[in-house]
Nanobody
């Protein structure tokens, strides 16, 4: 059974940092890109970062570019999201995802009936003033 398990969420003050982790299990993830979405209350789920299996290519959403860094360690089947300079508007549930689609298509794929191939259950990040 494939599982993506997020960890590292919590409460942090504005300007602070958190590192999220997503551990994948149940299959090998060679050829799978991995990434992070988030969903704030009353808002749609948005793609914020993704990384290819080779780590040669990354994607960042405009809202997090320059503040968040995605990385992965393939031998551990784990992807990380380092979040710095956190803002109140970063408060959301953060979801890990894995898919074989090119990361340039992820924002489109998530809106289709197929959706992303694998999802985690999410971890809550709350940024306080």
């Amino acid at each position: 059974q494939v599982q993506l398990v997020e960890s590292g969420g919590g409460l942090v003050q504005a300007g602070g940092s958190l590192r999220l982790s997503c551990a994948a299990s149940g299959r090998t993830f060679g050829s799978y890109a991995m990434g992070w979405f988030r969903q704030a209350p009353g808002k749609e789920r948005e793609l914020i970062a993704a990384i290819t299996f080779s780590c040669r290519s990354t994607y960042y959403g405009d809202a997090v570019e320059g503040r968040f860094t995605i990385s992965r360690v393939n031998v551990k089947n784990t992807v990380y999201l380092q979040m710095n300079s956190l803002k109140l508007e970063d408060t959301a549930v953060y979801y890990c995802a894995a898919d074989r689609a090119a990361i340039s298509r992820w924002a489109e794929v998530v809106t289709t009936n197929r959706g992303m191939e694998y999802w985690g259950k999410g971890t809550l990040v709350t940024v306080s003033s």
